[in-house]
């Protein structure tokens, strides 16, 4: 009697692992088996790449089903959020061949039963048997990806929170390539049957923000440095052009490089004018190269340098003028050699512009040209330029 219970005990636990494990058959195809996901968010369109290998006499696949599956379980129904309607079949993509010889051009992807989640794939020409470990893959293109949801509607979230959830695709191959007998799954036809796991995530939102940067550099130039097709007098500095001794009806000329380092996505525009004219501590002035009784001198019209040709003391009788040769932006100044703009208190004028951000490797040299006549009073003159960059964000 003992005997007998211990042999009942015996064949049952045989009974109960059976009902839970299903062999393959003695084909062996579904060894080594994956599938894995070109786009893995929940909700987002994804090709399904799946790679099995072959054990020895395995039969070539005629007919594949591929369920897509909440559970695991052989009876559990497709996640309804997902969708197949727009499943394609990919030829040679990323895998070797159903067939294991990479020749796909004789598979078509049935798509009868994609409302429940499940699709066929035929291959029409095929061999009897392969080699043992025989890489075979296919590609299904097109599928949207279910949820991150409870049964039946997307993949069962993880225990912890709705970071990532799991479904499956129950892969079942066949050696016919009839659709009415996989659907049926008759079992005489079916070489193997693999279910396989995968998993939709969230996704994580990556942020940033970029911080805003500027670098203004003005940089002196030296003494006998060529400057709008001149000769500088002196060195200058960031901060001091030192026109020196000017004599009458001879000009002088400084310069100064400057630099612009920004990230601004629209560029920036650098301007410069006169804080204060030049001016003496007598009451005498320097006035901004504009006077021209033919063509008045603007910025936006420069023109050749010119002696100053007042007659009366301060009044066009000393001038002072500015170059740039950065005015590829900057109206009338397309063509900006040999000619000069006013250096004014009362207008701001663009020396260097770009639309673009910029690394600031690349100067633009500023020419600045000072004269006086006879009529300009022998006196000491001072005044403080200014330059100013806005970036345009």
Same mark, same amino acid.
Do not use: F, R
């Given at each position: 009697m003992k005997t007998f219970k211990k042999l009942a005990a015996v064949m049952m636990s045989i009974l109960f692992v059976m009902m839970y494990y299903t062999p393959a058959s003695? *084909?062996?195809l579904a060894t080594v088996a994956s599938v894995s996901l070109s786009e893995p968010i929940a909700g987002t369109g994804s090709s399904y790449v799946f790679s099995m290998k072959s054990a020895t006499g395995s039969k070539v696949p005629k007919g !594949? @089903?591929?369920s897509w599956r909440t559970t695991a379980s052989n009876g559990a129904q497709q996640p309804t959020s997902g969708a197949w309607n727009n499943a394609t079949y990919a030829a040679g993509t990323a895998n070797a061949g159903i067939r294991g010889d990479a020749l796909d051009a004789a598979v078509a992807l049935? @798509?009868?039963?994609?409302a429940t989640g499940t699709l066929y794939l035929t291959i029409s020409t095929r061999t009897t048997e392969m080699a043992a470990n025989t /890489? !075979?893959?296919? /590609?299904?293109s097109g599928i949207t990806n279910a949820s991150v949801a409870a049964p039946p509607v997307g993949c069962t979230p993880n225990p912890t929170n709705n970071s990532s959830g799991t479904c499956f695709v129950r892969v079942q191959i066949y050696d016919t390539d009839t659709i009415a007998t996989m659907q049926s799954e008759t079992a005489g036809n079916i070489i193997d049957t693999v279910t396989l796991g995968y998993a939709v995530n969230a996704g994580a939102e990556v942020t940033a923000k970029v911080d805003? *940067?500027?670098t203004f550099t003005v940089v002196g130039v030296d003494a006998s440095s060529v400057a709008n097709g001149q000769t500088t007098a002196a060195r200058t500095e960031f901060n001091l052009l030192p026109f020196g001794n000017l004599g009458v009806d001879t000009p002088k000329y400084l310069a100064q490089d400057i630099y612009t380092k920004t990230n601004a996505n629209n560029g920036y525009t650098v301007t410069a004018k006169m804080v204060t004219q030049m001016h003496s501590a007598f009451g005498n002035d320097i006035d901004p190269f504009v006077e021209d009784k033919d063509d008045p001198i603007t910025w936006g019209a420069p023109a050749a340098w010119q002696t100053p040709d007042g007659v009366v003391a301060n009044t066009d009788t000393g001038w002072i003028g500015m $170059? /740039? $040769?950065n005015g590829t932006n900057i109206a009338g100044w397309a063509a900006p050699a040999g000619v000069w703009g006013p250096l004014q208190t009362a207008q701001a004028n663009a020396v260097r512009t770009s639309l673009t951000p910029d690394t600031g490797v690349g100067a633009t040299r500023i020419t600045f040209a000072l004269a006086a006549n006879v009529y300009q009073p022998a006196d000491a003159y001072a005044g403080v330029l200014e330059y100013n960059c806005v970036p345009i964000y």
């Open positions: 003695a *084909a062996g !594949i @089903k591929m049935d @798509k009868t039963d994609e /890489t !075979i893959g296919w /590609t299904v805003p *940067a500027l $170059n /740039t $040769n």
